[in-house]
C-alpha cells in the first residue's frame, strides 16, 4: 500500500491540505504517524487539546486495525489468509473483510473491470511482490491475466471463497479508502464534527473549518521535481483520492512500470499519468481514482476529476466536473 511519499510538511503525497487560522474557541489539534504502510496526519478541532489527542489517537487506531486484516504484507492478516485458501473451502470472515470484498465487487461492476482486487498475479509478475531481474515474459503475463479474468468472490453471509486456486488478491487500491472512512466513523462516533485525515495523499474530512467553505486541498504536479500544483479543490463532508503511476515503479533496463496494473492488458496503466477524484467516501475515490488511471476517463459516480495526461513534460490539467451526485457505498 506504500504508494505516496511526503511532499512538503504541510503536504502528503500527492495533494496538500492547508491550514487556516481559527478562533481561540476552537482547539485545534494534529497528530502525524505511520500507518497502512503510509505517513498520516489527522487534525480535528476539539472542545479541548486532551479530547483532540484523544480522537486523533482513537482515529490512528482504526487506521492500524484495518491495516492488520486487510494488508498484504503481514501473512497473519485476513487478506493473506484467504488468498491461502484459494481453490479450497470457503473461510469465515470477519465484518472489514467482508465489506471490502462486497465494495471491491461494486467497483468492478461500475468500472467495467478497470477496478479489480484480483490483480495480484499481475503485480508479482511485474515484480512487485517479489522482486525479480528481468521483465515478464509474454507466457507470464498470458497466465497473469488468465488468472486475474478468471477470479471469482463468492460471499455468502460470513463467508468468503476463492474457487480458482489461482486467484489472489490486492485491496492496494481500496484498503487504504477504506480504512480513512472507518477511522472518520471513529471520530465522529465520538462527537467531532470538524476533522480531516490524510493519509499520504488520500484525504477524507468532516464538516469545514470555521468561516471557510471547506478544507484547501492542492494536487501536485506527478513530476515532483516542479513542485507545480496542477489542481485545488475545498472538501468538505468528501473524500479526494489520487492514482498515480509514477510514485511506486519497477525498472527493467529502460523499461520503467508503475504499479496500477490494466487487467485487460497486463500492463501498468498508461492511459494517465495521474488521475484524482473527489466524491463522497475515501473508499470510492479511492477505487474510481484507479479506476479512471485505468481507463483514462472519468467513471460514473464522481463529483469531480483532474486528469494528468501520459507522457508530457509540462502536463496539462484536464478539468472533468459533474455536478451529479456523490458516489455512496454500494
Known sequence: MNRRHFVETTAAGLGAVFVPRWPARDVFVERWSWAMGQPVHVMVLAGSEQEGLDGC???????????????????????????????????????????????????RRRSGGAFD??????????????????????????????????????????LARLPSAHTQLDFGSIGVGYGIDRALAVLSGRGFTRALIDVSGDVAVLGAPPGEPGWLVEIADPERETHRIVAATRLRDAALATAANTE????????????????ATGWPARALTQASVVTGT????????????????????????????????SPSVIPTLKSGPAASLP
Do not use: I
Not at 304 to 313: C, D
Open 57 to 107: 489517537a482513537a482515529a490512528l487506531g482504526e487506521l492500524r486495525r484495518g491495516e492488520s486484516r486487510l494488508t498484504l504484507f503481514d501473512d497473519a492478516s485476513d487478506l493473506c489468509e484467504l488468498n491461502r485458501c484459494a481453490g479450497r473451502a470457503p473461510m469465515r470472515v470477519d465484518r472489514d473483510l467482508r465489506a471490502v470484498l462486497a465494495l471491491a465487487d461494486g467497483f
Open 117 to 158: 482486487v484480483a490483480v495480484e498475479p499481475l503485480m508479482r509478475a511485474w515484480g512487485f511482490h517479489r522482486p525479480r531481474t528481468t521483465a515478464p515474459t509474454v507466457t507470464e503475463l498470458r497466465e497473469a491475466r488468465e488468472a486475474v479474468a478468471a477470479a471469482c468472490v463468492e460471499l455468502s453471509g460470513d
Open 248 to 263: 511506486s515503479v519497477v525498472r527493467y533496463g529502460s523499461l520503467v512500470a508503475g504499479h496500477v496494473m490494466d487487467p
Open 282 to 313: 475515501a473508499t470510492a475515490a479511492d477505487a474510481l481514482s484507479t479506476a479512471m488511471l485505468v481507463m483514462g476517463r472519468e467513471p460514473a459516480g464522481v463529483l469531480k476529476s483532474w486528469a494528468v495526461q501520459a507522457r508530457t513534460v
